[in-house]
């Protein structure tokens, strides 16, 4: 594994966690993706792209495109963030990325909630939209490092 996990370094972010009983988890994110936010509770930490994951819509308001929920080395979920202005407006935004030509596990959930007030990183009025691949139990044991939710899940 450590042999395949060098390669997927030349093209994607990859990080390797060995498992309390011996077996492993190889996270794939495509390359240029980064940390940027410590762990929230129930989510885990917020990764991106900042030159591929942000769309600039023509009217100057940010789409973010794919962010990756990632805790202690294990994909959580994908998200994308759309103003509600964009929605109301009838906008369609296709073909992002998310975890395509990427290993991923099958999604066990989504949520799509309105954000009335925005939060950290994203202040306009906004639908957060994650999938998740872990189940809601599994969701509930992620404390996260202390920084406070930006919003309840």
């Known amino acids: 594994m450590n042999a395949l996990a060098s390669i997927l ?17 190889l996270l794939v994110l495509p390359k240029g993706t980064m940390q940027m ?3 929230v509770p129930k989510m885990g930490a917020h990764w991106f792209n900042p030159k591929a994951d942000l769309y ?6 940010t789409v ?4 990756y929920g ?15 202005k964009h ?3 009838g906008k369609s935004f296709t073909d992002f990325d998310g ?3 990427l290993p991923s596990p099958a999604i066990d959930h989504s949520n799509i909630e309105f954000i009335a007030h925005g ?20 969701q509930d044991q992620i404390k996260g490092d202390g920084a406070p939710p930006a919003h309840t899940h």
């Open 56 to 61: 600039q819509a023509e009217d100057g308001v």
């Open 37 to 39: 936010t410590p762990s």
């Open 64 to 67: 973010f495109k794919t962010i």
């Open 87 to 89: 929605l109301a407006e």
């Open 99 to 101: 975890m395509q030509g």
């Open 119 to 138: 939060h950290e990183g994203f202040e306009v009025p906004h639908y957060d939209i994650h999938h998740y691949f872990i189940s809601k139990a599994e």
């Open 70 to 84: 990632v805790e202690k080395g294990k994909l959580v979920f994908i998200e994308q963030m759309i103003a509600q």
């Open 9 to 25: 370094k030349k093209d994607y972010e990859t990080v390797l966690t060995t498992n309390k009983d011996q077996s492993v988890y």
